[in-house]
């Protein structure tokens, strides 16, 4: 079972979203927290973007990109962003725009 340290086995998600509003990029895990390590995406047009924990809580503030803008976090052992216990990861979109990328995430205490 994963721990609730730096270093607890890794997950890889896509991120595959379109719809303006809310998508969830990783399901919630009960009782577990979902911590963001390192991430990427490209919007296909302008857009803003939104990390979310579940469908309240705010994790980032409001990212605007340009068509074909976008963005790589490198990995962070302590993580980038985490979800609040038991929420799911989601990504928010201002608008119905192409955004896609890729993910390593840690489920930890």
């Known amino acids: 079972m994963p721990g609730g340290y730096a ?3 890794s997950s890889f998600a896509a991120i595959d979203a379109s719809l303006a509003g809310d998508t969830t990029v990783v399901a919630a895990v009960a009782g577990r927290r979902i911590r963001v ?6 919007c296909a047009a302008a857009v803003t973007v939104r990390w979310k924990s579940g469908a309240g809580t705010n994790l980032s503030g409001l990212m605007a990109f340009a068509a074909n803008g976008g963005i790589s976090e490198p990995y962070c052992p302590v993580g980038i962003l985490q979800t609040a ?18 993910m390593t995430y840690e489920v930890v205490v």
């Open 7 to 9: 270093g607890a086995p």
């Open 37 to 42: 390590v390192k991430y990427s995406f490209l």
């Open 85 to 102: 216990l038991g929420e799911a990861l989601v990504i928010n979109l201002s608008g119905a725009v192409g955004v896609g990328g890729l």
